[in-house]
């Protein structure tokens, strides 16, 4: 790992190139969002069906502003986390008998030698749903605290979001909602993302494009890396972060509840822009899934009533979420997926 150069939001960052082209992201207000405004709810409704991404900005919102301030300190954590010895991280990989294979430490070497590594955190272990909660390093029980509130500002945020797609979808009050209480057990999960910085490899930026496997997923980083493929494009382009928001995207559940209205889109991580290349990267990020119990099909009511019935419920199997997002995290069920269904077989790294 580079030991010259830190994303920590407290340091000075290079800033990202203006000469790269960006997705076309609509930046929403939370704020606005929390006080009801109908124009920006839709907005949000429009942005959820084209793109499935959009930014959140946090600012003038007690929670938003929480989140970012929560953000940076669990950044500058899973730096200290990150530059731990290699063997003491591996105490709290899959490979270790009493831990999940998912919610655990793990790593990938880099044809250069590097680590490539994350750390997944489940949500029922922060907020005691399951006992005893799986191992963890001092340092991660230590920040329970700050853990904890963070998972239940996202909560706050993630609930909010599903109450205006409930809306927008005019399904009967609290239908999503029922299938993502945070008092129930779900693949909910806290990740720390560690990228040491590396060469351009084609291969390998291309084996990780995917669509994310849950619900919703709320985005914090610091420096360029993440790219898009904007629907009826070939060509990829960069996710520009932007201070005081944080990037949210939808996945496949939502995909498959609402029988392809709404979008999970194709995205990746790539090695940063200069002049952000020679820094390490960290991201985090926090995804929501249903309930493990909830079954991954066509939701019934509303306008999702008014489509046809879509090639992916034809061609996919019906699983419970936590079967599909084992599946999907494993490698097992590979590739994009979208209201066509799976289309390609690249696996995810």
Not at 35 to 51: H, V
Not at 59 to 86: F, I, T
Not at 210 to 218: E, K, M, P
Request: charged share 20%; hydrophobic share 40%; glycine share 6%.
């Amino acid at each position: 790992m580079s030991t010259s150069s830190s994303s920590s939001s407290s340091s000075p960052l290079p800033p990202f190139p203006s000469n790269v082209k960006t997705a076309p992201l609509v930046s929403l207000s939370l704020a606005r969002l929390q006080a009801g405004d109908e124009q920006e709810s839709a907005a949000f409704f429009a942005s959820a069906k084209a793109l499935g991404f959009f930014y959140l900005e946090m600012g003038g919102s007690e929670v938003g502003e929480a989140m970012v301030r929560e953000a940076n300190a669990l950044n500058d954590l899973q730096m200290q986390w990150m530059a731990l010895p290699s063997a003491t991280k591996e105490l709290y990989g899959r490979d270790r008998g009493d831990m999940h294979d998912f919610f655990a430490y793990r790593h990938y070497v880099l044809p250069d030698g590097q680590r490539k590594e994350d750390y997944n955190i489940r949500k029922d272990d922060v907020l005691g749903l399951v006992t005893p909660r799986l191992p963890a390093h001092k340092l991660i029980l230590d920040a329970q605290p700050l853990f904890e509130s963070y998972v239940r500002h996202c909560r706050v945020v993630i609930e909010l979001l599903l109450e205006l797609l409930n809306h927008h979808l005019e399904l009967p009050k609290g239908t999503l909602a029922k299938l993502h209480r945070a008092t129930e057990r779900s693949g909910d999960h806290v990740r720390f993302n560690h990228s040491p910085p590396a060469a351009w490899d084609e291969e390998s930026v291309r084996k990780g494009e995917h669509t994310d496997y849950g619900s919703l997923t709320i985005l914090f980083n610091w420096l360029g890396g993440l790219q898009i493929r904007p629907p009826d494009s070939t060509e990829w382009v960069w996710v520009r972060p932007v201070p005081g928001s944080c990037i949210v995207n939808l996945g496949d559940a939502m995909v498959t509840f609402t029988a392809g209205i709404l979008r999970s889109n194709i995205h990746r991580v790539a090695p940063a822009p200069p002049p952000q290349h020679h820094l390490d990267r960290y991201s985090l990020v926090y995804f929501t899934r249903p309930e493990d119990d909830v079954v991954m099909r066509r939701l019934k009511g509303g306008i999702i009533d008014a489509q046809e019935v879509s090639p992916a419920a034809v061609n996919t199997p019906e699983m419970t979420a936590a079967e599909w997002w084992l599946k999907r995290g494993s490698g097992v069920l590979p590739g994009i997926f979208t209201a066509k269904g799976f289309e390609s077989a690249i696996p995810a790294l």
